[in-house]
């Protein structure tokens, strides 16, 4: 069995997948709209101790903090100020283009 999903561009075309359905050839399920809150519900009602929206959101900051300095950090060990890489990038251009090269 394989599952796709269409987009019926043609009224025609929804017409001829209905009388497939009524042939038993497919099987056409309405999808479903879960929301955000609708997911937290479902998961919350499996739990026993359930986080709130509040707390959600203060780990969902605290990640985001600690990737944004994780991320700042390595920028910074990398050096990549433009004035910097343009430089190395034009002085190994010129160590190339050197006759003394052995390229």
């Not at 509040?54 to 433009?82: D, H």
């Amino acid at each position: 069995m394989k599952t796709i999903e269409l987009n019926i561009l043609n009224p025609k075309a929804e017409i001829i997948l209905k009388d497939m359905e009524k042939k038993k050839l497919i099987a056409i399920q309405k999808p479903s709209k879960s929301t955000l809150q609708s997911v937290l519900n479902k998961l919350r009602s499996n739990a026993k101790t359930a986080p709130s929206l509040k707390e959600i959101t203060k780990e969902v900051e605290l990640v985001r903090a600690k990737r944004y300095a994780k991320s700042k950090s390595i920028k910074n060990k990398l050096n990549l100020k433009p004035s910097t890489w343009e430089a190395q990038f034009k002085k190994a251009i010129a160590d190339v283009d050197s006759p003394e090269s052995n390229y």
